[in-house]
């Protein structure tokens, strides 16, 4: 088992940055696949970043492409989410998850996610 804990959100301009961190305690984390989900008021939760175990791959939601990155440090068990550019429409609660499952699949899917942090508040105000 694995526990997440986030952290750097915040109230931000539109136009400014964002750098959340996603710190694991628990199992090796450079086993886990991970990713970053967000989750507006009234909205379901969405996929917005993924990275593979050693952080050689990446993928994104299109509403994020080209201005969020994902990495992960896995010397330091932390995956952090760049956000750059950041729009009103961004504003949501950002949560870290972990996949522990076998194979190189990343999956950008919530139910392919065994554990999740709480979660952080991001705010861009227009």
């Known amino acids: 088992q694995v526990q997440l804990g986030e952290s750097g959100g915040g109230l931000v301009q539109a136009g400014g940055s964002l750098r959340l961190s996603c710190a694991a305690s628990?199992?090796?984390?450079?086993?886990?696949?991970m990713a970053w989900f967000r989750q507006a008021p009234g909205k379901e939760r969405e996929f917005v970043a993924a990275?593979?175990?050693?952080?050689?791959?990446?993928y994104y939601a299109d509403s994020v492409k080209g201005r969020f990155t994902i990495s992960r440090t896995n010397a330091k068990n932390t995956v952090y989410l760049q956000m750059n550019s950041l729009k009103p429409e961004d504003t949501a609660v950002y949560s870290c998850?972990?996949?522990?499952?076998?194979?190189?699949?990343?999956?950008?899917?919530?139910?392919?996610?065994?554990?999740w942090g709480q979660g952080t508040q991001v705010t861009v105000s227009s």
């Open positions: 990275i593979s175990r050693a952080g050689t791959r990446t």
């Open positions: 628990g199992r090796t984390f450079s086993q886990y696949k």
């Open positions: 998850a972990a996949d522990y499952s076998s194979g190189g699949y990343v999956s950008t899917e919530r139910s392919g996610y065994d554990y």
